[in-house]
């Protein structure tokens, strides 16, 4: 897999709730695509969720193109390791990358039953503060074996931003505001948005920044 040294950071990062920003182009959906078929890959069963808001630039930005899904993947679709049918990509081991669009709040209720044990947002700041808590509220995982150097890091969640938005007063509050770069801080009782939990008590948070949103 060849990621720069910022997208290891994040990729790597003990966090379990990370925010990789920055410039456009910087590598935060490349990011997003390579970590989540190497997570499918090395932990069977893995249900990884990956969201934009709009389905066609889901499709346009993550499926298709040179270094999309599909691009990717050619080679293990080639031998039977990974078969891509229509928004879901399914790996021998019976681990899945769902691509998923959640444009309005309403929309949120498609989700209302899923176990996510990875949820990528890419372009964090196009959603609502109201979906993202909702999703997020979705990520749990049980009768999953981790590899040992996995322990303690799944369910997981990576966002990738852009500055601007209409999300983008929550996400600054939420993973910037009181944490530099690079850093990563407990979370739980902090923000009385989030519902408590233990599952969600034990995150901890990490802000990884090519540029911080303003
Ligand atoms: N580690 C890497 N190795 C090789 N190519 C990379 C790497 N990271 C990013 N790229 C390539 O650089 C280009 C820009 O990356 P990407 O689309 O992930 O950026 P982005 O941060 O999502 O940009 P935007 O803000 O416009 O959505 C893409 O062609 C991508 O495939
Ligand atoms: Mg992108």
Same mark, same amino acid.
């Given at each position: 897999?060849?990621? #720069?040294?910022?997208?290891? @950071?994040?990729?790597? !990062?003990?966090?379990?709730?990370?925010?990789?920003?920055?410039?456009?182009?910087?590598?935060?959906? $490349?990011?997003?695509? +390579?970590? =989540?078929? !190497?997570?499918?890959?090395? &932990?069977?069963?893995? +249900? @990884?969720?990956?969201?934009?808001?709009?389905?066609?630039?889901?499709?346009?930005? #993550?499926?298709?193109?040179?270094?999309?899904?599909? =691009?990717?993947?050619? /080679?293990?679709?080639?031998?039977?390791?990974? %078969? &891509? @049918?229509?928004?879901?990509?399914?790996?021998?081991?019976?681990?899945?990358?769902?691509?998923? $669009?959640?444009?309005?709040?309403?929309?949120?209720?498609?989700?209302?039953?899923?176990?996510? $044990? @990875?949820?990528?947002?890419?372009?964090?700041?196009?959603?609502?503060?109201? *979906?993202?808590?909702?999703?997020?509220?979705?990520?749990?995982?049980?009768? &999953?074996?981790?590899? =040992?150097?996995? %322990?303690?890091?799944?369910?997981?969640?990576?966002?990738?931003?852009?500055?601007?938005?209409? /999300?983008? %007063?929550f996400v600054k509050v939420t993973f910037i505001c009181s944490t530099s !770069?690079?850093?990563?801080?407990?979370?739980?009782? =902090?923000?009385?948005?989030?519902?408590?939990? !233990?599952? *969600?008590?034990?995150?901890?948070?990490? #802000?990884?920044?090519?540029?911080?949103?303003?």
């Amino acid at each position: 897999m060849a990621l #720069h040294p910022k997208q290891w @950071v994040a990729f790597g !990062s003990a966090a379990t709730e990370i925010l990789y920003g920055g410039a456009a182009g910087g590598g935060k959906s $490349h990011l997003i695509r +390579q970590a =989540a078929i !190497s997570w499918c890959a090395e &932990i069977p069963g893995l +249900q @990884v969720y990956l969201f934009r808001r709009i389905r066609e630039d889901l499709s346009k930005n #993550h499926m298709e193109g040179p270094a999309g899904f599909r =691009a990717l993947l050619s /080679g293990w679709v080639e031998c039977g390791f990974a %078969q &891509i @049918v229509e928004d879901e990509i399914r790996f021998w081991n019976g681990s899945k990358i769902y691509l998923c $669009h959640c444009k309005d709040e309403k929309d949120r209720f498609k989700y209302q039953g899923a176990e996510i $044990h @990875v949820l990528l947002i890419d372009e964090l700041t196009h959603f609502t503060e109201v *979906i993202y808590r909702f999703l997020r509220n979705r990520v749990r995982m049980t009768g &999953i074996t981790v590899p =040992a150097k996995y %322990q303690g890091r799944f369910p997981r969640i990576l966002c990738g931003a852009n500055p601007g938005g209409v /999300g983008h %007063q929550f996400v600054k509050v939420t993973f910037i505001c009181s944490t530099s !770069s690079l850093a990563s801080r407990p979370i739980g009782r =902090a923000r009385p948005a989030m519902k408590p939990s !233990s599952a *969600i008590a034990t995150r901890s948070r990490a #802000h990884c920044p090519n540029r911080s949103p303003r």
